[in-house]
């Protein structure tokens, strides 16, 4: 579903991602973890389309972002193919980015009526359906401000959601949450990753979230994997000194 390929990322003489392949498979859940700084965020980013790649050959679904052509330049897809690729990727961020004017309802359908054509009201129907999902059915009224940051979270999933996304990539989705609010979204997102095909690309700090949900979990440092493996293999058993020391300081 999602390739990198020796993909390289500068930002000015900085580099932040060089040389970095690494592929998720259908309905697998992929966590990246690593230090700050690595470069995690950057490859949400770059999926996307919000950062140019430098380098490299993106795919997703079967369709280039951006390959080399036959003389080894760099060409990224045109607009209109990137927003086609775009519309299959749906991102969940640290802020929750919810539309402050707008109750809960029309903020999940806002989106699937100007983008996707939906009517108002099969919009309607999808948006409470998927607040049934993320247990928020008594807040459709509500303003994005009379809810908890955990509330306005499982919106913000709710919302992303109903574009019916292939890629739903996650962006430290409970780090602006107090502590008590974090279960609550993911235990949301776990049931989303069980009872789905959707493909996850998960950006995280929870360290037991990525054990408990992840099929797969990579390591990344200064730009590159430098380890990868099940969560019961990474977590119990990382094979590189720097994973080591990495768990030992968030665990
Ligand atoms: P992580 O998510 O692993 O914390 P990021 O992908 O956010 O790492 O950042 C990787 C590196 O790229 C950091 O050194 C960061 O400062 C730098 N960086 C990210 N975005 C920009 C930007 N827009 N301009 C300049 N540097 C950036």
């Given at each position: 579903?999602?390739?990198f390929s020796g993909v390289e990322k500068r930002f000015g003489a900085h580099v932040v991602l060089s040389?970095?392949?690494?592929?998720?498979?259908?309905?697998?859940?992929?966590?990246?973890?690593?230090?700050?700084?690595?470069?995690?965020?950057?490859?949400?980013?770059?999926?996307?389309t919000l950062e140019k790649v430098d380098g490299g050959t993106i795919e997703v679904d079967g369709e280039?972002?951006?390959?080399?052509?036959?003389?080894?330049?760099?060409?990224?897809?045109?607009?209109?193919?990137?927003?086609?690729?775009?519309?299959?990727?749906?991102?969940?961020?640290?802020?929750?980015?919810?539309?402050?004017?707008?109750?809960?309802?029309?903020?999940?359908?806002?989106?699937?009526?100007?983008?996707?054509?939906?009517?108002?009201?099969?919009?309607?129907?999808?948006?409470?359906?998927?607040?049934?999902?993320?247990?928020?059915?008594?807040?459709?009224?509500a303003h994005p401000t009379q809810l908890s940051g955990g509330q306005q979270q499982r919106v913000a999933?709710?919302?992303?959601?109903?574009?019916?996304?292939?890629?739903?990539?996650?962006?430290?989705?409970?780090?602006?949450?107090?502590?008590?609010?974090?279960?609550?979204?993911?235990?949301?997102?776990?049931?989303?990753?069980?009872?789905?095909?959707?493909?996850?690309?998960?950006?995280?700090?929870?360290?037991?979230?990525?054990?408990?949900?992840?099929?797969?979990?990579?390591?990344?440092?200064?730009?590159?994997?430098?380890?990868?493996?099940?969560?019961?293999?990474?977590?119990?058993?990382?094979?590189?000194?720097?994973?080591?020391?990495?768990?030992?300081?968030?665990?």
């Amino acid at each position: 579903m999602i390739r990198f390929s020796g993909v390289e990322k500068r930002f000015g003489a900085h580099v932040v991602l060089s040389e970095l392949d690494f592929v998720v498979s259908p309905g697998e859940f992929v966590t990246l973890i690593g230090p700050s700084g690595s470069g995690k965020t950057t490859i949400l980013r770059l999926l996307m389309t919000l950062e140019k790649v430098d380098g490299g050959t993106i795919e997703v679904d079967g369709e280039f972002l951006s390959h080399m052509d036959r003389g080894g330049e760099l060409v990224a897809s045109d607009e209109k193919h990137q927003r086609r690729i775009r519309k299959r990727i749906g991102m969940v961020f640290q802020q929750f980015n919810l539309f402050p004017n707008m109750p809960v309802l029309r903020n999940i359908t806002e989106a699937p009526v100007r983008a996707l054509g939906l009517s108002k009201a099969e919009a309607e129907q999808r948006a409470l359906e998927l607040l049934e999902l993320v247990g928020l059915s008594e807040k459709v009224g509500a303003h994005p401000t009379q809810l908890s940051g955990g509330q306005q979270q499982r919106v913000a999933i709710a919302r992303a959601l109903a574009m019916r996304p292939k890629v739903l990539l996650l962006d430290e989705v409970t780090s602006a949450l107090d502590p008590e609010l974090v279960a609550g979204v993911l235990g949301v997102l776990k049931n989303i990753a069980k009872t789905t095909d959707i493909t996850f690309l998960c950006v995280t700090h929870e360290m037991r979230f990525a054990r408990d949900v992840s099929d797969r979990v990579l390591m990344f440092d200064n730009g590159q994997v430098i380890e990868e493996g099940v969560p019961e293999m990474l977590f119990t058993r990382p094979e590189h000194e720097r994973t080591r020391e990495f768990l030992h300081a968030v665990i």
